[in-house]
């Protein structure tokens, strides 16, 4: 294991996999590891190979890929696991055991001499198929050091070319975790990695005490996800070690964002949109004070550049708005405002901010477009000319939509979980060929009460670059306000294309 930097061990695909809900194809998978390698990691653990059929399928496509990353697979210390293992033709073997009382009682029923004859009897056996080992003691931070301790001294001597600890549970605090490192550090004298769990919300911080104190490699997934509260997040660890620490790591930093979009598209666990680096809102600016700051000098209220992590700012107009930032997204917009319509902008996009509204991108063209009183709204190029619905009890909805795209008329059918899905799904087959587009968020209200309610839908739209535009439609019919309101969207982004 290299020492002038820290090793990224990506468990994405193994401990993310055991998200709640989540199950991965063999072709997720490799889509996935192909994108983890080109992002730099060390280490992909690509699957538990034991656990199924699939699991084996998929762990042997991606170690056949010939990828640079080291290729690891887990394995309990059983010989049906590790063969399993092996038989996938893997770089390394992440071979585990518990060994807290409280698993060697309740779990295993294991005395801890018959724990310590295993990791003997596997970690050696494991070695002499002449892979890499990594041994794991299993809810490593509730087992009583001196054992811990032995354990690990066991499986070094046994063959074990590195040890990692885990914080099953995610018990530990960063001091406790880096106490807990500087001791065992004392007795083993192989690279020391670490794998934290998020129960607590504290296993990032848990991972970079433990390099702190000297381990040299740590688990994470990417967006942090895994069991329960999850795992250490990939892009959290990776940045703070870079730009906090100022650590070597392998990554190239710029692929983040895209990775992340990538594994929350495949495993349909959704990032919110506070969360740091990757979040939404992680470079989007609302306020005034701190709109007029980016606008002057980025770093005022940014601590890397969005760039860094493959990002861009973004500045949303909304209540807490300031001259500065809006000036300057209305004028990407194409408008030239003059002091007195910029006032007058800013206070209607407030007015809209306090009835507890978003401000899309499509309105403030409007609001602009009558303040300045003149339009830089192009022809449309995508338009519907026609929609047709058939949904009920006992029928699959579909949807039929004739749209005049560019000029021509395009039909198109398609059937989704509801109506609105269905149309939309229709609306995208048609576009695709002009634009690759992917629904970040809608959101429906009504605006009026009763059963003929004027339903209002707020859409945000995302192109293959990260363009987001938001739009909105009100109409009485909730289909053909979802369907105007992606249209909306399309429009935009096509705009903005055929501008760029
Ligand atoms: O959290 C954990 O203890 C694990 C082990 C398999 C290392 O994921
Ligand atoms: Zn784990």
């Given amino acids: 294991m290299s020492q002038n930097h820290i090793r990224i061990f990506d468990t994405t695909l193994r401990d993310g996999e055991q998200t709640p809900g989540v199950a991965l194809t063999p072709e997720d998978k490799l889509t996935i590891a192909k994108q983890l390698d080109k992002l730099g990691v060390d280490v992909i653990e690509a699957g538990f190979p034991i656990a199924s059929k699939g699991e084996v399928e998929a762990v042997r496509l991606i170690v056949k890929e010939g990828l640079k990353a080291e290729i690891c697979g887990l394995a309990r210390t059983t010989k049906e696991d590790i063969d399993a293992a092996l038989k996938c033709d893997v770089d390394s073997v992440h071979v585990f055991i518990a060994t807290s009382q409280l698993h060697l009682k309740h779990k295993l029923r294991l005395t801890k001499e018959e724990v310590l004859e295993k990791i003997s009897r596997w970690v050696e056996y494991t070695k002499s198929h002449g892979v890499t080992v990594e041994f794991s003691a299993e809810d490593a931070t509730r087992t009583e050091i001196p054992f811990l301790v ?109 990775t992340s979009k990538l594994v929350s598209k495949l495993t349909g666990v959704m990032i919110p949109p506070n969360k740091p680096i990757v979040g939404e809102n992680a470079f989007a600016h609302e306020s005034g004070i701190h709109t007029r700051g980016v606008v002057e000098m980025p770093l005022t209220y940014e601590p890397i550049t969005p760039e860094l992590v493959g990002r861009k700012s973004i500045l949303v107009a909304g209540k807490h708005a300031g001259t500065h930032g809006l000036k300057k997204e209305i004028e990407e917009l194409g408008f030239k405002p003059t002091e007195e319509q910029l006032k007058q902008i800013l206070q209607k996009v407030k007015e809209f901010g306090d009835q507890g509204k978003l401000v899309t991108t499509t309105d403030l063209i409007s609001i602009a477009s009558l303040i300045c009183g003149k339009t830089v709204e192009k022809p449309k190029i995508v338009d519907l000319k026609d929609l047709t619905v058939v949904t009920g009890s006992g029928v699959i909805p579909t949807a039929s939509v004739k749209l005049i795209l560019e000029g021509k008329e395009y039909v198109s059918s398609e059937t989704g979980v509801g109506p609105v899905d269905a149309a939309i799904k229709a609306i995208q087959k048609i576009t695709d060929r002009l634009i690759n587009v992917r629904l970040k968020e809608f959101r429906l209200e009504a605006l009026t009460g009763g059963s003929d309610a004027v339903a209002e839908v707020v859409v945000k739209v995302e192109d293959a670059d990260g363009k987001i535009v938001s739009a909105r439609a009100a109409k009485p019919d909730i289909v053909l306000a979802s369907v105007e309101a992606m249209i909306n969207g399309l429009n935009r982004l096509l705009q903005l294309k055929a501008k760029a």
């Fill in 150 to 258: 032995e354990a690990y001294r066991r499986a070094v001597e046994a063959g074990a070319d590195r040890i990692n600890v885990p914080d099953t549970v995610g018990v530990m605090t960063p001091k406790r975790m880096g106490l807990l490192i500087g001791e065992i550090k004392k007795h083993v004298k192989v690279p020391i990695s670490v794998h934290c769990h998020n129960d607590f919300g504290l296993a990032v911080a848990n991972s970079l005490a433990g390099v702190e104190a000297g381990a040299t490699q740590v688990h994470v997934t990417v967006n942090g996800i895994g069991e329960r509260a999850g795992n250490a997040s990939l892009e959290e660890v990776v940045m703070a070690l870079y730009s906090l620490y100022r650590e070597k790591v392998k990554i190239k930093t710029n692929l983040i964002y895209e």
